[in-house]
Every structure is written in structure tokens, then in C-alpha cells.
């Protein structure tokens, strides 16, 4: 059991630094400096960052990407309760130290948000260990991230270094808005025009493409889905629809003087929610009706 503890914990300090690790390289490439690396690992555990200084504001985004890498970190070592013990512990006393790093240009608030993603990580690593299917379909998506991060350092090495940054540290935010808009979820870029700085995406941000690319795209993953989690595809759909909405998004609100000015990516929950409950069902009988299909011709 101590064994076990010290395990756990040094999961949690690996999956903390990996996540840092990979915050340092996504906003060094982006140009953002080192010390933005503490807000980038707040915001992917659902921290709050507060603009201070000349502008007064709040930033809400996942860079999925740091999530990632952390969720994957964590749940490869935690195989029994005592790792999740230790690794959460480690992990948490991390991320209170976050407030109290430079952080360039950004305040890092309290780590409270980090409570609801450490919970879903290991909720669904829990759910791993018990339900097989749970497993796969899980791999599928972090597979389909993966390949999301590939393509778009691959791509990067025409578009520059910070796109490569954007792709680390977003790649999975623009497949989730690729996935939920391929199958007519919409979303809204919303704010004044102002002279922002642009995300170099290098012509892959899905807001930019045509819908039939992102349609067959999306098929793909709920097909595999529906392989995987069978009758449980539906739910599965609609759930993984509607996070992919809600955590793919972002928000920015300012406030210069009296002017409150608020930016953002939505999309509508509800309906990423019916449009995949839809996608998993048509997907679970095709499935089914191919195996069906493939018994009687054996």
C-alpha cells in the first residue's frame, strides 16, 4: 500500500509537470513568455486567470491541449485507489502553489476549478477499470486529439512557430469545434471588432471550412464509438457532444474605464447534446445491422 501511495504520487508530479512542461512550450513558441506558463496550466484545469494592470478582465478557456496531456498522464499510472490517493494529493498541492508564480501579465486565481476536472479524470478512470468499453471509446477520442496535434504540427512547419504553440497548446479545442459543427452544431464568434491578436491556425480552423469535410470527419468518430460502446452509443454521443461544446468554446470579458467589452466562441450545448444523441443512435443500428448482417453471411 505505501508502495502504492508513493506511486500515485509521483504520477500526480509527473502529470503537474508534464502539463507545465508542455504550457512552457506552447506559450514560448506563441511568444506569450515563460511566465504565462502557470496561467496556461490554470486555465486547463478550469482554473480563473484575472487580467490586471491597464485592463481589468477574466479569461475562460481549456487549452485542451495542456489537459490532455495531464488526464493522460495521470490515468496511464493509476491502477488501484491508493495511486489515486497519492496522485491526487500531489497533485493538488501543485496546483495550490500556482498562485503564487509570476505569471507575466496575468493574475492565477485561487485553484478551485481544478476540483471538478480532477473528479472527471478520475471518475473516468474509474470507469476504465470497470467497463471495458468505457476504455476504448476513450482511446478513441484521445486518438482522435493525438491526431489532431499531429496533423497540425505537421502542417506547422509551413506556418511558422506560432501556429506549432497554437496547435500545442489547442489542437484539441479546433477538433471539437470540427466535430460538433460537422454535424450542424452551431457556433458563434461574438464581440466588437478590435484589433486582437489573430490564432494562427495555418487555414485549419474549422470555423473556415465547409461543412462536408467536418461531416465525414465526425461520422468516423461516432462509427467507432458506436463499434465500441454498442446499445451505450447514444448517451455516450450526446454526452461527449455536448462536453466537446461546452469545453471547446472560449471567453474573454474586459473591462477598460467603464466599458465592459466580451468576447467569445459558443456553441449551443442543447443541441450538440440532441445532435449526437441522434448521431450515436443512427450509428448504433448501422453497427448492429452490420454485425447482423455479417453472422448470416457466416
Known sequence: MKRDVLVGGAAGLTALGGMAGWALLGVGLL?????AAPAAVALAVGGSVELGERVTGSISLLPLGVSLVGAVLLTIVL????RVAGAVAVFAAGLVVLPFLPAGQFDVGP???????????????????????????????????????????????TGGAKML????LAAPNLLAVALTRGFGVPWELAGP??????IETGGLGPLEQPLWPLAVLATAVVVLIA?????????????????????????LSLRAGPFPISLGLTGDVFIAAG????????????????????????
Open 79 to 82: 491502477t488501484n485507489w491508493q
Open 165 to 168: 504553440g497554437t496547435m500545442l
Open 227 to 251: 463499434v465500441f460502446a454498442r446499445w451505450h452509443a447514444p448517451w455516450v454521443t450526446a454526452l461527449c457532444w455536448a462536453a466537446m461544446t461546452w469545453l471547446g468554446g472560449a471567453q
Open 193 to 198: 471588432n478590435l484589433p486582437l491578436p489573430t
Open 111 to 157: 485553484p478551485v476549478g481544478a476540483i471538478p476536472w480532477l473528479v472527471a479524470v478520475v471518475g473516468a478512470r474509474v470507469a476504465m477499470w470497470r467497463l471495458p468499453w468505457v476504455r476504448r471509446v476513450a482511446l478513441v477520442l484521445v486518438g482522435a486529439a493525438g491526431a489532431a496535434m499531429a496533423t497540425g504540427v505537421v502542417v506547422s512547419f
Open 275 to 298: 445532435v449526437g444523441l441522434a448521431a450515436g443512435s443512427v450509428a448504433c443500428l448501422l453497427v448492429a445491422g452490420a454485425r447482423q448482417w455479417q453472422i448470416q453471411r457466416a
Open 31 to 35: 511568444s506569450l513568455g515563460g511566465t
